[in-house]
């Protein structure tokens, strides 16, 4: 590239920062971010995408110039980290490594890598560590009771190597938490405080537990979780149960609307439910439709044994219904053919994500 060429880029650039500041919308980040990117300059598009995502948060194209960003620059970030390995493989490079696949959502790389580091590197904690966090990402979105277990399994493990790791007390004490068991979470707790790696996210819990002692059986809180499809606290020490599940909603709700043919939405979380559309009160057929066919769908995934109904498209002669459940929060659309189901969906399930932990989880 000559110096004109790179003067020209440089002018670009400048004009297009100027008008994100000036005249922020979608199309003003994407166009910088797609400048961004083709400079190679993926850290730099991330950092935009998010900011774009921070005014914008209804941006489906946002959401996918990130996601194309991120992708790379976790790209390069493997390439490196290969390299590393092939020239001095030590269990830190392997973890750093499957830490990496996890953030991407290769959970079969993950797995080769943190067996393969653990046949090498016997006596190392991280590999099980990251078997435990890969666990826990399945356990929290899909509430699998199986993989909630096998985290729990992975972190013992570690802590039988080491029993001063502060990062396996860490994890051990933030799910036993979410699921309830208040007796093994404060025992971790009060290590971590004793290894003087207490932090305010460990103080709050601790003194959520100070009543709580014994062994409790996680086995059997895990199993609850999955049956009821819900946490009993959700993170860093908080009782979800204290804030109102539907003030974060609205705004999302609004927005889904604003997708073409889109004619009715509802968001339920527990006994509580938003509506927004052509909803005529709480006998509407559209209301009472989605609770059955999310019951059913959730009755047959369990009868099957194939795991959680998450999100699903039923077509029928009053038009297309989208939905999508997570834990016992509840997100459904009614639209027309022309809607993207696509992007329907997506949207969807970033408003149920958010209220997975901290429900008591009873059926809506």
């Known amino acids: 590239m000559n110096l004109i060429q790179k003067l020209k880029i440089r002018k670009e650039l400048k004009r297009l920062e100027a008008r994100v500041h000036e005249s922020p919308s979608p199309s003003t980040f994407i166009d910088l971010g797609q400048v961004y990117i083709n400079l190679g300059m993926l850290d730099r598009t991330v950092t935009l995408a998010d900011e774009g995502l921070a005014l914008f948060p209804q941006s489906a194209e946002l959401r996918k110039l990130r996601k194309f960003a991120k992708k790379n620059q976790l790209s390069a970030r493997i390439a490196e980290l290969r390299t590393a390995m092939t020239k001095s493989p030590s269990p830190h490079v392997y973890s750093e490594l499957a830490d990496v696949y996890l953030e991407l959502g290769d959970m079969d790389a993950v797995h080769g890598l943190t067996e393969e580091c653990i046949r090498r590197f016997p006596q190392d904690t991280g590999a099980y560590l990251v078997q435990a966090r890969a666990s826990l ?82 086995d059997a809180l895990f199993h609850r979780a999955e049956f009821k499809g819900g946490l009993a606290r959700g993170a860093g020490g908080v009782d979800g149960r204290s804030g109102d599940p539907l003030k974060s909603a609205r705004d999302a709700l609004t927005g889904i609307m604003q997708i073409p043919g889109v004619t009715k939405a509802v968001y339920i979380v527990g006994a509580k439910a938003l509506v927004r559309g052509d909803v005529s009160g709480g006998d509407d057929p559209f209301l009472r439709l989605v609770r059955v066919m999310s019951r059913a769908a959730h009755r047959a995934a369990r009868r099957m044994d194939i795991g959680n109904f998450n999100k699903g498209v039923v077509d029928g002669s009053f038009g297309r219904i989208c939905l999508c459940s997570f834990g016992d929060a509840l997100a459904a659309v009614q639209c027309e053919a022309l809607s993207s189901v696509e992007a329907v969906l997506e949207q969807l399930q970033e408003l149920v994500a958010s209220s997975l932990v901290g429900n008591d989880g009873g059926e809506s």
């Open 137 to 218: 990402t399945a356990f929290y979105r899909d509430l699998s009771a199986r993989a909630g277990i096998a985290a729990v399994e992975s972190i013992r493990k570690a802590l039988k190597i080491d029993v001063r790791d502060a990062k396996a007390h860490k994890l051990m004490a933030d799910v036993c938490y979410r699921v309830g068991a208040f007796g093994t979470a404060r025992r971790h707790l009060d290590e971590l405080v004793r290894l003087g790696a207490a932090d305010e996210e460990v103080r709050s819990m601790q003194a959520a537990c100070t009543e709580a002692s014994g062994d409790d059986d996680l």
